[in-house]
């Protein structure tokens, strides 16, 4: 029923933002000729620009931009929607169990580690102050850690 469900959970798959950073966005804060979203502030106090994908893009553009917000209440505009119903309507349709909305930011942070970004990236990515809080995907650096071995050791004797 909420056409902005589908966007909003690919930007947080393809962003891992948090969920109160995407309903605080703002029109004004996407510009998507630079395929780029600007948060103000995030759980840390501290603004983060988040790269856009394309097939983000393309759905963002397919929006109404009437109102200040980007994933607004259709009562009050000025206040985030609460798609909580929703979203556990679309996991029951799914059939997904035991499964929240800030799962999709560990989903990002898997994906990453496993197309062989660094912990590094992957933190800067989730706006991690700590690398401690991007540890826990360091098993899914397997593939990235060998390549990265075999790079620089493959031909030692």
Same mark, same amino acid.
Request: net charge positive; aromatic share 8%; proline share 3%.
């Given at each position: *029923?909420?056409? !902005?469900?589908?966007?909003?959970?690919? %930007?947080?798959? &393809?962003?891992?933002?948090? #969920?109160?950073? +995407?309903?605080?966005?703002?029109?004004?804060?996407?510009?998507?000729?630079?395929?780029?979203?600007?948060? *103000?502030?995030? !759980?840390?106090?501290?603004?983060?620009? %988040?790269?856009? &994908?394309?097939?983000?893009? #393309?759905?963002? +553009?397919?929006?109404?931009?009437?109102?200040?917000?980007?994933?607004?209440?259709?009562?009050?505009?000025? *206040?985030?929607?609460?798609?909580?119903?929703?979203?556990?309507?679309?996991?029951?349709?799914?059939?997904?169990?035991?499964?929240?909305?800030?799962?999709?930011?560990?989903?990002?942070?898997?994906?990453?580690?496993?197309?062989?970004?660094?912990?590094?990236?992957?933190?800067?990515?989730?706006?991690?102050?700590?690398?401690?809080?991007?540890?826990?995907?360091?098993?899914?650096?397997?593939?990235?850690?060998?390549?990265?071995?075999?790079?620089?050791?493959?031909?030692?004797?």
């Amino acid at each position: *029923k909420w056409k !902005k469900l589908y966007p909003l959970v690919l %930007l947080a798959i &393809t962003t891992g933002a948090r #969920r109160s950073e +995407l309903m605080k966005l703002t029109w004004s804060d996407i510009c998507l000729k630079k395929n780029l979203a600007y948060l *103000k502030t995030s !759980k840390n106090h501290e603004p983060r620009t %988040l790269p856009l &994908t394309n097939s983000v893009c #393309r759905e963002l +553009l397919k929006l109404d931009r009437h109102h200040q917000l980007v994933f607004h209440s259709d009562r009050i505009p000025s *206040k985030p929607y609460d798609f909580t119903k929703l979203w556990k309507k679309a996991l029951r349709k799914a059939e997904i169990n035991d499964f929240r909305f800030h799962d999709l930011r560990h989903t990002c942070a898997s994906y990453l580690a496993q197309g062989g970004a660094s912990l590094l990236e992957i933190a800067e990515i989730l706006g991690h102050r700590q690398i401690q809080m991007t540890k826990r995907y360091a098993h899914l650096c397997i593939t990235h850690k060998k390549q990265l071995i075999s790079k620089h050791f493959g031909n030692m004797e």
